[in-house]
Nanobody, 118 residues
Framework: QEQLVESGGGLVQAGGSLRLSCAAS????????MGWFRQAPGKEREFVASISMVGGSTTYPDSMKGRFTISRDNAKTVYLQLSDLKAEDTAVYYC????????????WGQGTQVTVSS
């Protein structure tokens, strides 16, 4: 069974950095796009970044540009570099995969907690 496993979360002081990892496993996993989302307590889940697993192009919402960087090193592993972290970045960060070209994100990881202390 295919699954995504995130790692790298933790407690960090404001201004610090973290690198989150997402590894896919199981079966013959392949995806078109992989992305990161986050959800803070009491808030809706929000899009953080995505990367094409075909061409490597990246997408960020304007609010995330400059501090967050998504990257990949193979077809099954993506990273999210978080820099200059702020207290409002505290959330559970989820990795997701879109496995079909015209589909939605259809495979999700269990999430990794990022807590930023001010």
């Amino acid at each position: 069974q295919e699954q995504l496993v995130e790692s790298g979360g933790g407690l960090v002081q404001a201004g610090g950095s973290l690198r989150l990892s997402c590894a896919a496993s199981g079966g013959t996993f392949s995806s078109v796009v992989m992305g990161w989302f986050r959800q803070a307590p009491g808030k809706e889940r929000e899009f953080v970044a995505s990367i094409s697993m075909v061409g490597g192009s990246t997408t960020y919402p304007d609010s995330m540009k400059g501090r967050f960087t998504i990257s990949r090193d193979n077809a099954k592993t993506v990273y999210l570099q978080l820099s200059d972290l702020k207290a409002e970045d505290t959330a559970v960060y989820y990795c997701a995969a879109r496995r079909k070209l015209f589909g939605s994100y259809d495979l999700w990881g269990q999430g990794t907690q990022v807590t930023v202390s001010s």
